[in-house]
């Protein structure tokens, strides 16, 4: 009686209650009523198990950490269950308490008593997960492997697959229409002692099980989304393979994939069973989908192993027959070379160093081996392909001296080199040769004057950058405040207004984001050229959508504390790319000095400057002869200040614009602990533009008492910005403050900022940093260089 689908989840799916609500609500939304479910130990119990029999075996205590076992196992039918089923579930787990209470007492055990306690998780999570999709409504019955899978005794249980083959198909006829829920990693032999099916037995239980159940799909649910075309604990922009053939599959598995297992995949030869490997924690992600037939993949896949095992001899027989005999003993080697003089070196993994020794030397007669040595000291690095051949040249060039030749075989290329190189060699084997040129999208969001400036510049770089680069950064969002165009195939720099204007249609954010999702990029990089509070908000759905950010807009890197660190912590869990250089002083490179001061291991004490081009502007004009609310007046006919000018007087900007630069340096501090001197009168904060206007004069009288104290010293007034640490306090303020005539916020160019930094390094001659701190063009060019960095990062080898 077929069935259509068999549904695996690991220890790691179980890990706790809530894992086990998400697997139930998996089983009921990707599954059928009769579905078979395979089921690992849950979380760690197999290995609190083993430790156990380990402080068994040493004479410790063991009975507390018993208590500690079934402690976790009572708590998770407690969470999970109703009373009745509670209540059952309680009273086996107590016989099961007792019977292990039993095993552990005796003063030895045989290997089946070892295995039976080994086998109590798996026992547990069938146990728990039946109940809990009974409590959910549908049909469930739990049942030991034990009672299906016959096995005669050996370094690994080989399975009777005739015998197993008839208690499956007796099974299903027994459970129609329900969900059955079977113990992985055990079988049992002809007198129904437990044996375990070794590492990772559960993976191979199931597709073991569907073979023998004529099952068309199998679904390994685990931690990951899939097999990748690089492990991304080491590639940074690995991408999940959507299929695999069956032989490519074996390849990788065999070569290291932590993903995937050799003898897991042993049971699909010659079925029509395909595998698919996905993530119980986002079930609604991509996956890999192994077929059952001779495919070609999509990309070719690189893996790597940090550690190998070289082992070299002489032999006077014939190789192929040793290394077919080597097969046989599933010691099949990772690679071989041979070299004169009948010397030959076979690669294999560490944990099958010890057993192809034994067998080597074993045989050493038979096939005259001779001078057998061996060392650990190498890695291996690989790209599995049913193209491999065509990617022969390309990955030789990038053999250091120290490698192994290329090994070749029909899926794959092969080499050891030095462990310090597995790493780097596998960035640029991955870069050189897994798939086509990374493509970055880019999405603009604000289309005003320095979004039309940045797009001026990005036009005439965009083909010197996509060569640079080896890769395509192609413009193919653009959202203004009111209308957003997105194309996918790229807008046309030429011609981007024309299509603004003619194609794109009011927006919203869920709108927007279901448009990017099917944007056919590998990355996108959004360009915040905006100064909207609600955009800032929108920061953690771009990061949680694997969107990189650049800011021209400082709201975000000086909102509230919790949400800054929100964002930074976002950007930590996942490859994400956060940039914004251009929200304080343009396209001025302050956050890049500070990062790199920070980086050549100098402290830095205080941070300081002029970071308003307005203020600058009216104070470097400001010399008492003309009012000063004259000169705000004349700067904001020009233009140089914001329609309303209290947005500038106020210091707000420069305020957020320090702290942005306190975090920059490591410190978390939120607005309020820069203290603030605005130069907006009290009663002139409230009232209407009009009326400020109107009122200007209001400022005159202070300012000039000011100016006039501070020239009595041959002093000058500035507007400055200032952070010091001392000792363990900080003080941070934006103010009106009295300076030296020769100080470096003096004599600037109207409309300049200034940065003055000490450190460590840079005591009593500060690092300046000094420049046009606005303006459309530098801010656009700040803009354009924070994205060619986030471009670097993801591409670098």
Same mark, same amino acid.
């Given at each position: 009686?077929?069935?259509?689908?068999?549904?695996?989840?690991?220890?790691?799916?179980?890990?706790?209650?809530?894992?086990?609500?998400?697997?139930?609500?998996?089983?009921?939304?990707?599954?059928?009523?009769?579905?078979?479910?395979?089921?690992?130990?849950?979380?760690?119990?197999?290995?609190?198990?083993?430790?156990?029999?380990?402080?068994? *075996?040493? !004479?410790?205590?063991?009975?507390?950490?018993?208590?500690?076992?079934?402690?976790?196992?009572?708590?998770?039918?407690?969470?999970?269950?109703?009373?009745?089923?509670?209540?059952?579930?309680?009273?086996?787990?107590?016989?099961?308490?007792?019977?292990?209470?039993?095993?552990?007492?005796?003063?030895?055990?045989?290997?089946?008593?070892? @295995?039976?306690?080994?086998?109590?998780?798996?026992?547990?999570?069938?146990? +728990?997960?039946?109940?809990?999709?009974?409590?959910?409504?549908?049909?469930?019955?739990?049942?030991?492997?034990?009672?299906?899978? $016959?096995?005669?005794?050996?370094?690994?249980?080989?399975?009777?697959?005739?015998?197993?083959?008839?208690?499956?198909?007796?099974?299903?006829?027994?459970?129609? &229409?329900?969900?059955?829920?079977?113990?992985?990693?055990?079988?049992?032999?002809?007198?129904?002692?437990?044996?375990?099916?070794?590492?990772?037995?559960?993976?191979?239980?199931?597709?073991?099980?569907?073979?023998?159940?004529?099952?068309?799909?199998?679904? %390994?649910?685990?931690?990951?989304?899939?097999?990748?075309?690089?492990?991304?604990?080491?590639?940074?922009?690995?991408?999940?393979?959507?299929?695999?053939?069956?032989?490519?599959?074996?390849?990788?598995?065999?070569?290291?994939?932590?993903?995937?297992?050799?003898?897991?995949?042993?049971?699909?030869?010659?079925?029509?069973?395909?595998?698919?490997?996905?993530?119980?924690?986002?079930?609604?992600?991509?996956?890999? /989908?192994?077929?059952?037939?001779?495919?070609?993949?999509?990309?070719?896949?690189?893996?790597?192993?940090?550690?190998?095992?070289?082992?070299?001899?002489?032999? !006077?027989?014939?190789?192929?027959?040793?290394?077919?005999? /080597?097969?046989?003993?599933?010691?099949?080697?990772?690679?071989?070379?041979?070299?004169?003089?009948?010397?030959?070196?076979?690669?294999?993994?560490?944990?099958?160093?010890?057993?192809?020794?034994?067998?080597?030397?074993?045989?050493?007669?038979?096939?005259? %081996?001779?001078?057998?040595?061996?060392?650990?000291?190498?890695?291996?690095?690989?790209?599995?392909?049913?193209?491999?051949?065509?990617?022969?040249?390309?990955?030789?060039?990038?053999?250091?001296?120290?490698?192994?030749?290329?090994?070749?075989?029909?899926?794959?290329?092969?080499?050891?080199?030095?462990?310090?190189?597995?790493?780097?060699?596998?960035?640029?084997?991955?870069?050189?040769?897994?798939?086509?040129?990374?493509?970055?999208?880019?999405?603009? /969001?604000?289309?005003?004057?320095?979004?039309?400036?940045?797009?001026?510049?990005?036009?005439?770089?965009?083909?010197?950058?996509?060569?640079?680069?080896?890769?395509?950064?192609?413009?193919?969002?653009?959202?203004?405040?009111?209308?957003?165009?997105?194309?996918?195939?790229?807008?046309?720099?030429?011609?981007?207004?024309?299509?603004?204007?003619?194609?794109?249609?009011?927006?919203?954010?869920?709108?927007?984001?279901?448009?990017?999702?099917?944007?056919?990029?590998? *990355?996108?990089?959004?360009?915040?050229?905006?100064?909207?509070?609600?955009?800032?908000?929108?920061?953690?759905?771009?990061?949680?959508?694997?969107?990189?950010?650049?800011?021209?807009?400082?709201?975000? !890197?000086?909102?509230? $504390?919790?949400?800054?660190?929100?964002?930074?912590?976002?950007?930590?869990?996942?490859?994400?790319?956060?940039?914004?250089?251009?929200?304080?002083?343009?396209?001025?490179?302050?956050?890049?000095?500070?990062?790199?001061?920070?980086?050549?291991?100098? #402290?830095?004490?205080?941070?300081?400057?002029?970071?308003?081009?307005?203020?600058?502007?009216?104070?470097?004009?400001? &010399?008492?002869?003309?009012?000063?609310? *004259?000169?705000?007046?004349?700067?904001?006919?020009?233009?140089?200040? *914001?329609?309303?000018?209290?947005?500038?007087?106020?210091?707000?900007?420069?305020?957020?614009?320090?702290?942005?630069?306190?975090?920059?340096?490591?410190?978390?501090?939120?607005?309020?602990?820069?203290?603030?001197?605005?130069?907006?009168?009290?009663?002139?904060?409230?009232?209407?533009?009009?009326?400020?206007?109107?009122?200007?004069?209001? +400022?005159?009288?202070?300012?000039?008492?000011?100016? @006039?104290?501070?020239?009595?010293?041959?002093?000058?007034?500035?507007?400055?910005?200032? $952070?010091?640490?001392?000792?363990?306090?900080?003080?941070?303020?934006?103010?009106?403050?009295?300076?030296?005539?020769?100080?470096?916020?003096? #004599? /600037?160019?109207?409309?300049? &900022?200034?940065?003055?930094?000490?450190?460590?390094?840079?005591?009593?001659?500060?690092?300046?940093?000094?420049?046009?701190?606005?303006?459309?063009?530098?801010?656009?060019?700040?803009?354009?260089?924070?994205?060619?960095?986030?471009?670097?990062?993801?591409?670098?080898?």
């Amino acid at each position: 009686m077929a069935r259509g689908h068999l549904h695996k989840f690991g220890g790691s799916s179980l890990a706790d209650a809530d894992c086990y609500r998400r697997v139930a609500h998996i089983l009921l939304t990707h599954g059928n009523s009769d579905d078979l479910v395979v089921v690992s130990a849950a979380g760690k119990t197999t290995n609190f198990l083993y430790k156990l029999l380990k402080l068994r *075996e040493e !004479g410790q205590l063991w009975q507390e950490e018993l208590q500690v076992l079934i402690s976790f196992q009572q708590k998770l039918i407690e969470q999970l269950l109703s009373n009745q089923q509670a209540r059952d579930l309680r009273e086996r787990l107590s016989t099961d308490k007792a019977q292990l209470m039993s095993l552990l007492s005796l003063p030895s055990r045989n290997s089946y008593q070892l @295995n039976q306690v080994v086998s109590f998780g798996e026992r547990w999570s069938a146990r +728990l997960m039946a109940a809990l999709l009974r409590e959910s409504g549908v049909g469930a019955s739990n049942v030991d492997a034990c009672a299906i899978l $016959l096995a005669d005794e050996g370094g690994v249980p080989n399975i009777r697959l005739a015998e197993s083959h008839d208690k499956v198909q007796a099974l299903l006829a027994k459970h129609p &229409n329900e969900r059955v829920i079977i113990t992985g990693f055990i079988c049992a032999n002809d007198k129904g002692d437990t044996l375990l099916l070794g590492r990772n037995g559960s993976d191979y239980s199931a597709t073991l099980i569907a073979s023998l159940a004529d099952i068309g799909r199998v679904t %390994i649910w685990t931690d990951v989304e899939g097999v990748f075309n690089a492990d991304p604990n080491k590639i940074n922009d690995a991408r999940l393979l959507n299929s695999l053939s069956l032989a490519e599959a074996d390849k990788l598995a065999h070569l290291g994939s932590p993903v995937l297992h050799c003898r897991t995949l042993q049971p699909l030869f010659n079925t029509k069973v395909s595998l698919a490997v996905r993530s119980s924690y986002a079930s609604h992600t991509d996956f890999t /989908l192994i077929a059952p037939q001779s495919s070609s993949a999509s990309a070719p896949v690189v893996t790597s192993l940090n550690k190998v095992a070289l082992l070299s001899f002489k032999i !006077g027989g014939s190789l192929d027959a040793l290394i077919s005999l /080597l097969k046989e003993q599933t010691l099949t080697p990772l690679a071989s070379w041979s070299y004169a003089q009948q010397k030959v070196e076979l690669a294999f993994t560490v944990e099958n160093k010890e057993l192809v020794e034994q067998l080597l030397s074993s045989k050493a007669q038979e096939f005259e %081996i001779s001078a057998l040595n061996s060392h650990t000291d190498m890695g291996l690095v690989a790209l599995v392909s049913a193209d491999a051949k065509l990617f022969h040249r390309s990955f030789a060039r990038l053999l250091s001296r120290d490698a192994k030749p290329v090994f070749e075989d029909a899926l794959s290329l092969v080499t050891l080199v030095p462990q310090a190189q597995v790493n780097l060699l596998t960035q640029k084997v991955h870069r050189r040769c897994a798939g086509p040129r990374m493509r970055i999208g880019v999405l603009l /969001l604000g289309v005003g004057n320095i979004g039309e400036a940045w797009i001026n510049l990005f036009k005439r770089s965009s083909t010197m950058l996509n060569r640079e680069l080896e890769a395509t950064v192609e413009l193919v969002g653009l959202v203004s405040s009111k209308k957003a165009l997105i194309i996918e195939q790229g807008i046309e720099l030429d011609c981007w207004q024309q299509q603004f204007e003619q194609d794109a249609n009011e927006w919203n954010y869920e709108h927007l984001f279901e448009q990017l999702e099917n944007v056919n990029c590998d *990355e996108i990089v959004a360009l915040d050229i905006s100064a909207s509070a609600q955009l800032t908000q929108q920061y953690p759905e771009l990061f949680s959508r694997g969107v990189h950010v650049v800011s021209a807009n400082k709201l975000a !890197g000086s909102g509230p $504390l919790p949400f800054y660190q929100e964002l930074k912590q976002q950007l930590s869990n996942r490859r994400l790319f956060w940039r914004y250089n251009a929200s304080c002083g343009a396209g001025l490179p302050i956050q890049h000095a500070l990062n790199d001061l920070h980086n050549s291991g100098d #402290n830095i004490e205080a941070v300081g400057g002029i970071f308003s081009g307005t203020l600058c502007w009216l104070f470097e004009h400001y &010399n008492g002869q003309k009012p000063f609310s *004259e000169l705000v007046t004349q700067a904001r006919v020009l233009g140089i200040t *914001e329609p309303d000018p209290r947005d500038d007087l106020s210091g707000r900007d420069m305020q957020r614009k320090l702290l942005i630069l306190a975090r920059e340096i490591g410190l978390s501090i939120e607005l309020e602990d820069i203290k603030l001197q605005s130069l907006v009168p009290d009663a002139l904060v409230d009232v209407s533009l009009d009326e400020f206007l109107a009122r200007i004069d209001e +400022l005159d009288a202070d300012l000039l008492q000011q100016f @006039n104290a501070a020239a009595e010293q041959d002093k000058v007034l500035r507007y400055v910005a200032s $952070l010091e640490k001392e000792a363990d306090k900080l003080v941070a303020e934006v103010s009106m403050q009295w300076v030296d005539q020769n100080h470096p916020y003096t #004599n /600037l160019t109207p409309g300049d &900022n200034v940065f003055v930094i000490r450190s460590a390094f840079y005591q009593g001659n500060p690092l300046i940093i000094r420049g046009p701190g606005a303006g459309r063009e530098v801010t656009a060019a700040a803009v354009q260089s924070d994205l060619v960095h986030i471009c670097k990062d993801l591409l670098q080898e």
